[in-house]
């Protein structure tokens, strides 16, 4: 998986939708890309606060905010 694989599936890794396989794949990801440890670090802290309040599941805003990221960085050459 890349990293765009792992914005794909973020919501529903979180949302604990996701295939076993899937999440496993996404794991080995997160644990050589920094960067998508801490957009997922900070998704998920951020949707706990929302969750307290609104049961939604990922916020539109925050959707696009971490789109713009990724994008950002996947034009970047490694
Ligand atoms: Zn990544």
Redesign the pocket.
Known sequence: M??KG?LNELSEYLDGNLEPALIEELRR?LEC?D??RVVVDTTRKTIEIYCNTEPMPLPQGIRERLERTLAKKLKRPS
Request: proline fraction near 0%; glycine fraction near 0%.
């Open positions: 890349n990293c792992v990801h890309c960067d998508c």
